[in-house]
């Protein structure tokens, strides 16, 4: 059952002057979940965090169900990246739901929760307007979340004796899970007396930065190294406001543990922009049937650009009703992204338009030449009329003489008749004329 808006609640509201200083207070116990079922996607990721950031903030702004009220549009922009696509929303919220992560617990035990027990999306409308139905919208009003927080966790989460400070304004900026959970594991202990993280095996680290389940065959060092830790590494030094460097513990050649080194950068940037993912574009490989989470490792490897036109590309095809209807779209734009679909048919695109462009130019060149010629040889024709003409009558008779010679007969005879009069004649006279 939806709830209406009550009076004595204050939505959060937050100027845009004030985002690059917000602070989430995470417990360090949230730090670094270890998946037991379902995923957690980049987005959900940073969509949890800010429910978080929310919660702590409205922490007496509850309603009898204990459940907080805000803004989606300030909830959307700040966790999913400008984007007004709420499926993406939606999709996040669900994954929140539905997965099951590992905490430890004070006592020493652990315990298996999900992130978020219940949400409801509703629309309200200002000035005491009636509530509208569900997945409505109406001039005036505005599309809000209910959400709680496991209520056995309520107090670390709110009140947590032991955090990590994360900035909100660096953490909407990555791009990639492991960068996302590698920061947070870093920025705890950017205060540690040792600028160093603990101590693990680096196959732990790879499960805990990936977020994939026991169930996940891991990969050998050398790729989990290069796709993750080496990843996560230079996406951090270079977005956010700490340096880290990763330190490999060896047992003779062979890497078995490993950590990293964390400090505070010397001069930081607030004016960072925009997120690097593109939420329209995200938006529309989720629409071919792809999870978030793998439209998000799709945004991570391939430039806005390519992901844009292998979505044309998916477009034109699909349109083309003569060829083999295409069964599988999110198949189609997974196959045609990785082997440069796009990228190729841009290139003999590029390829065709040039030799086009090449044939006009040297058709353009080839015309501008005979004009050149043709100009060329007007004045050459006219000089040499102008000096036949400056003959004496004796001079032009001798000349003519010996230009019909140069005739064939039967071009004689006609000559003899006509003389110049005749236009293939005199035509042939000045070319004759201008060879001398």
């Not at 009550?6 to 100027?15: F, M, R």
């Not at 990969?219 to 993750?228: H, L, M, S």
């Not at 040499?384 to 000349?399: P, Q, R, T, Y």
Request: proline share 3%; charged share 30%; hydrophobic share 40%.
């Amino acid at each position: 059952m939806n709830a209406a808006l009550k009076p004595n609640h204050t939505l959060v509201t937050v100027e845009k002057s004030e985002i690059d200083t917000r602070i989430i207070r995470k417990n360090n116990i949230e730090i670094g979940y270890k998946i037991k079922s379902g995923s957690l996607s980049l987005l959900s990721r940073k969509l949890f965090n800010v429910l978080i950031f929310y919660a702590q903030d409205l922490r007496h702004q509850e309603d009898k169900d204990g459940r907080w009220c805000v803004h989606v549009s300030k909830l959307v922009k700040d966790a999913v990246m400008h984007s007004k696509d709420y499926d993406l929303l939606r999709a996040s919220l669900d994954e929140l739901q539905d997965v099951r992560v590992v905490r430890p617990r004070i006592s020493g035990g652990i315990t298996s929760e999900v992130l978020i027990p219940s949400y409801t999306l509703d629309n309200i409308s200002h000035h005491g307007n009636e509530e509208l139905e569900r997945g409505q919208k109406k001039r005036g009003g505005c599309l809000v979340l209910w959400f709680m927080l496991p209520p056995e966790l309520k107090h670390q989460l709110l009140d947590p004796e032991q955090y990590t400070r994360l900035p909100i304004a660096y953490m909407v900026l990555l791009k990639t899970i492991p960068g996302f959970v590698l920061y947070e594991i870093c920025r705890r202990y950017v205060t540690n007396p040792g600028h160093i993280t603990h101590r693990d095996s680096w196959q732990n680290w790879w499960r805990v930065l990936t977020g994939s389940t026991d169930k996940v065959d891991i990969p050998e060092y050398k790729y989990a190294k290069r796709d993750v830790f080496k990843r996560g590494l230079e996406e951090i030094n270079v977005i956010t406001d700490i340096e880290i460097e990763l330190i490999e513990h060896k047992i003779g050649k062979v890497v078995h543990d490993i950590q990293f080194t964390v400090r505070l950068k010397k001069q930081i940037n607030l004016d960072i922009g925009p997120a690097p993912i593109d939420p329209g574009l995200l938006a529309k490989v989720v629409g071919l049937g792809i999870s978030i989470s793998e439209a998000e490792r799709f945004s991570a490897r391939f430039s806005e650009q390519e992901i844009a036109d292998t979505l044309a590309l998916l477009e034109v095809r699909m349109a083309k009703t003569h060829l083999e209807k295409v069964e599988s779209p999110a198949a189609f734009f997974k196959k045609a992204i990785k082997e440069s679909w796009a990228k190729s048919k841009s290139i003999a695109e590029s390829a065709q338009l040039k030799i086009a462009e090449e044939r006009k130019t040297k058709h353009q060149e080839k015309a501008a030449a005979k004009e050149i010629e043709k100009r060329e040889k007007d004045i050459l024709k006219q000089s040499s009329l102008e000096k036949f003409n400056a003959l004496s009558e004796e001079e032009k008779g001798s000349l003519l003489k010996k230009f019909e010679v140069t005739l064939a007969e039967s071009n004689q005879i006609i000559f003899r008749k006509s003389g110049l009069n005749s236009k293939m004649l005199n035509a042939t006279f000045m070319t004759w004329l201008m060879g001398r």
